[in-house]
């Protein structure tokens, strides 16, 4: 604790918001493994991935480096898929469930 550049304050502050904080998203990832999935509250997290870094850059005014962006890259990248790869079931059911409910017969009263 000494040996923390911005001093001991900050070091504990930082100490004490990572706890708040990763607590409130454990509570938010299980929330939405239980109401939703867990392949959607994982695609979350990932989402949140680019935002710490960024947000050190600001916050603690950390160096951006080229591992961080490339990190940053692959996430967005990894996120954007999933959405797509929604949309393309999304698509794909609508399509399957027209064509059965026109094949299948119709029952009249």
Known sequence: MDGYELGTASYLMTLIWVAVFWQMYALGAMGLIFEVSALFSNSISVVGLPIVPVAAVFCFRDRMSGVKGVSMALAVWGFVSYMYQCYLDDR??????????????????
């Open 92 to 109: 794909n059911s609508k399509v399957v469930t027209k064509s059965v409910d026109e094949t299948s017969p119709r029952m009249s009263s």
